[in-house]
Structure formats: C-alpha cells, structure tokens
C-alpha cells in the first residue's frame, strides 16, 4: 500500500491551497504570474548566481501562507494539523508593539525544521493568536462577549484533527486518509459563506479590523499566500504597471550593492470581497470587505544575533535620518547601508553577522584549523543559509498598511503580557529558536568539514 508522508502532505497542501486561493482572489494568480516572469528574467540575466539562495524549483514552488486565529484552543488545533505535515512552531512575534495602529495579535510560524525538509518543500504559515485579554484593546465586557463568541465556534472538523494525530503517531497516512486530510484542511481555510453579523463585525472593527476579521466570524480563512521573487523591486514595477495598487513601500533591508540579507517584502492594498451580511433585523445582505491582500517576498541570507541587532540599529538610525523632509527614505536606506553594513558575504562572515553551511572543494596535505584560512586556498568554501523566517517590524507594517483606519488602543492601561514560554504552553509544544535552528545547521557543516579533512576547524 502507498503511504504518504508529512512532506508530501506539506508540498501537496500547498499546491492545492495556492489552486484553492487563485479562485478565490484573482489577483493573487496575477501575482505568481508576474513573480515566475521576474524569476525566468533574473535566471537568464544572471545563471547559477541567481539560485545561490535556493534552487529555481524551490523558489518556484516556495510560497507561505498568513492565517489568524481567536484562542490559545485554536492555535493548538493548528498546531496539530501543520503538525502532521512536518510543520513546526518556530519564534513568537509581539505584533503589539510593533505597529502604530492596532494590531491586537501575537504570532509564531509553523515551518519545517530540518535542512532536508526545507530542500523538499518549505511551505511556512505566519499564524497569528488574537490578544483577547490585553485590556488596551478590550474591556472586561467585550473581552468576555468574544470570548464567548470564539468559544463557540469551531475552525477544524474533528476529523480532520483525528487524521492529523493518527500522521503524527505514524508519520505517514494512506493515499485515502491524506486525501481526505487534504480536502478538509484545505476546506478549513476557504472563505466561508455563513453570513457575517454586521453589528457585532463592526463592534469590533472600532477597535482593530484585525480583530474583527479574527472575533467577528464563525471560521478563519487564508488570508494572503506568498510567492517568492528574485527581484522584489522589478516585480514591485511590473506591478504598479499593471495598474495594480501597492503598498507605499518595500519592507525591511533596502535595495543595494551588497548581498541580501533576511526577507523583503511588499504587498497589494486589501480587495473589496463580497460577502454576506447579517443585519440585526435577520435580513442576509450581500456587502463587501476588505481584508485579504496579495504579498511577495525576497529572501536573503539568516544574519546571526550580532547581525540581526546590526539590521535593527541601521533600521532606527533610516527612520531616524529620513525624518528629514527633504530626504527620500530609498536614498537614505541605502546610505546607511553602504556606510554600516558589509558589501560582500566573506565580510558577513569576518564578522561574524551571517550564517552560512562550509564545504570542502578538495583536500590539502596540511590543511589549516581555521576556516578563514580555508576559504582563503579554496579549500573550503561558504554557502549562505537562507532566513525561513519572519521580521516583526515588517510584519506590522504590512498589516498596518493594509488597515484603513488606526483602531483604538488604550494605551494608559497595561498589557497583558504574552511571551514564548507562555505560546510554548498554551500549545503544548516547544517553540523553536530560529538562531539555534541556523547556528545548527552551520555547525554541523563544520564538523563535517572537518571529519573530511581530519583536523579540527573553527570558523574564528
Ligand atoms: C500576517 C501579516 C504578516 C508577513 O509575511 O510578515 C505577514 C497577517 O496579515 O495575518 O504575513
Ligand atoms: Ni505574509
């Protein structure tokens, strides 16, 4: 009997979620169109260096998905059906704080962990928890009415929960079980018919339109699924071109000479969808609204902790210099970049601010212990680790760019407070550490050089 196993899952899942989002929001089709003609265009200009950050059929087939949820209840179901497909909770992002406007949510991301997992398909989901007992946002009775509400609806048929813990126990499914796994878990993320209560929709909407798109309805949805793109600003062109209204600006490190580092993104403004309205009356109507939006991104090299607190000072000091107003922000951006950050990826490694996997070209009579001297005689050489993971600054600011109104924060009472251990727990599974997670894969690259070189090799 064929078996299927969590990757295939994984790979298939996305294949059908990307179908199943196509037919729901048109513009995400043109979105993958555009982004395979930008990534055919980039190969041809520049061969193998342009898949030195991953293989063109991974990038091709690369895509993650943004989901939200209302209660810890709900963020463990997730857990157990990205689970079954080898999907794991990796970093918790405090959205909170991050945005200006309101953004009531605390988020981790379910990835594969394992370097060969990745290379087999690397389909990620940024899963975002509504904050419902941080009293900035909620009083004491609202809180209890979502609450309420939240508890009583129900995101994932049992089945599809019980087929998602028999792959776990097993690590694998039959064809017919995946198939059935596959159908409800995609069906668990299609846009629901059942009628929105308008007045409860916009009683929450006052406070965050994040909350209301989470609290308002009986189901969740996918809200964006994100295409990989080997040239963000040229798509971000294409785009505009087509007549396709963007976001103002591209998220996270800017366009410059030197080697991509972390993740780039930017996104389509939300579309008017239609949907069903109840109004208090019992009459069903049909309205429209804005909620899901289209996003792409470009990924570059994982920096190391020093690396990633070198990004964020250089992030302050653009916001800082670009206060000016007759600076332009891009211009600035890419100033402090040239003046803080190195040029190339053998000055990343000097310092210590990027991970990277070592390999052995050819053995050496003598060789050297110390990998700098290695890459210095060719002897070994230096891949980049590609970031699998998210930035939350980025990720606020594509929800706020997405928000038409600021929502309301009350910031004179205290927030509740929502930390990793405390995700860990209400879900019942460890949170990886991402920098563990990449420091990991290069040190186990350095003793594997090592081993093939017989003699101990340390990167300083
Ligand atoms: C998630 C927004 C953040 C990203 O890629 O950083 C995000 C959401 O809108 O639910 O998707
Ligand atoms: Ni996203």
């Known amino acids: 009997?064929?078996?299927?196993?969590?990757?295939?899952?994984?790979?298939?899942?996305?294949?059908?979620?990307?179908?199943?989002?196509?037919?729901?929001?048109?513009?995400?089709?043109?979105?993958?169109?555009?982004?395979?003609?930008?990534?055919?265009?980039?190969?041809?200009?520049?061969?193998?260096?342009?898949?030195?950050?991953?293989?063109?059929?991974?990038?091709?087939?690369?895509?993650?998905?943004?989901?939200?949820?209302?209660?810890?209840?709900?963020?463990?179901?997730?857990?157990?059906?990205?689970?079954?497909?080898?999907?794991?909770?990796?970093?918790f992002y405090d959205l909170r704080d991050a945005a200006a406007s309101a953004v009531p949510v605390v988020s981790t991301a379910f990835r594969p962990i394992e370097p060969g997992e990745l290379a087999r398909n690397p389909f990620r989901v940024f899963t975002s928890m509504l904050t419902s007992a941080d009293p900035r946002f909620f009083d004491?009775?609202?809180?209890?009415?979502?609450?309420?509400?939240?508890?009583?609806?129900?995101?994932?048929?049992?089945?599809?929960?019980?087929?998602?813990?028999?792959?776990?126990?097993?690590?694998?499914?039959?064809?017919?079980?995946?198939?059935?796994?596959?159908?409800?878990?995609?069906?668990?993320?299609?846009?629901?018919?059942?009628?929105?209560?308008?007045?409860?929709?916009?009683?929450?909407?006052?406070?965050?339109?994040?909350?209301?798109?989470?609290?308002?309805?009986?189901?969740?949805?996918?809200?964006?699924?994100?295409?990989?793109?080997?040239?963000?600003?040229?798509?971000?062109?294409r785009m505009s071109a087509r007549g396709i209204e963007m976001i103002d600006a591209i998220q996270g490190p800017p366009a410059w000479r030197g080697p991509d580092v972390l993740l780039r993104q930017t996104s389509f403004r939300a579309l008017a969808e239609p949907r069903s309205l109840r109004l208090p009356d019992g009459t069903v109507t049909t309205g429209s609204l804005r909620v899901r939006f289209g996003e792409v991104e470009a990924r570059g090299v994982a920096l190391t902790r020093r690396g990633r607190a070198l990004y964020d000072d250089l992030t302050g000091q653009i916001t800082?210099?670009?206060?000016?107003?007759?600076?332009?922000?891009?211009?600035?951006?890419?100033?402090?970049?040239?003046?803080?950050?190195?040029?190339?990826?053998?000055?990343?490694?000097?310092?210590?601010?990027?991970?990277?996997?070592?390999?052995?070209?050819?053995?050496?009579?003598?060789?050297?212990?110390?990998?700098?001297?290695?890459?210095?005689?060719?002897?070994?050489?230096?891949e980049p680790i590609v970031y699998e993971d998210f930035l939350p600054a980025s990720a606020a600011g594509i929800f706020q760019s997405n928000l038409n109104g600021a929502g309301t924060r009350d910031d004179a009472k205290d927030a509740a407070h929502y930390d990793r251990d405390w995700l860990a727990g209400a879900i019942g599974r460890e949170i990886h550490d991402p920098f563990l997670l990449y420091e990991r894969q290069q040190n186990d690259s350095i003793a594997d050089v090592a081993t093939t070189l017989g003699k101990a090799v340390a990167l300083t």
């Open 140 to 237: 004491a009775d609202l809180r209890q009415r979502l609450e309420n509400f939240l508890a009583r609806r129900q995101l994932f048929p049992p089945e599809l929960l019980e087929l998602a813990d028999r792959a776990q126990r097993y690590g694998e499914l039959s064809e017919v079980d995946a198939d059935r796994f596959l159908e409800l878990a995609v069906g668990s993320f299609e846009l629901s018919a059942e009628p929105v209560d308008k007045a409860w929709y916009e009683t929450l909407e006052q406070i965050s339109a994040v909350a209301a798109d989470i609290g308002g309805v009986t189901s969740t949805h996918i809200n964006h699924l994100t295409p990989r793109v080997l040239d963000i600003d040229e798509l971000y062109r």
């Open 1 to 91: 009997m064929t078996t299927i196993e969590p990757w295939q899952l994984r790979a298939e899942f996305a294949r059908r979620l990307s179908e199943m989002h196509g037919s729901e929001v048109p513009a995400y089709t043109t979105l993958v169109d555009v982004s395979h003609e930008v990534n055919a265009d980039v190969l041809r200009r520049h061969g193998a260096d342009a898949e030195r950050l991953g293989s063109i059929s991974r990038v091709t087939a690369e895509r993650h998905g943004a989901i939200r949820v209302g209660t810890p209840a709900e963020l463990h179901q997730v857990a157990r059906v990205f689970g079954a497909m080898g999907m794991h909770p990796v970093g």
């Open 320 to 382: 800082q210099e670009s206060a000016d107003p007759d600076a332009r922000r891009d211009d600035v951006a890419r100033a402090v970049w040239q003046r803080g950050f190195p040029d190339s990826e053998r000055g990343l490694i000097e310092q210590g601010l990027a991970y990277f996997t070592y390999h052995v070209n050819r053995r050496s009579e003598r060789p050297s212990s110390r990998l700098r001297d290695l890459l210095d005689q060719g002897v070994v050489r230096a």
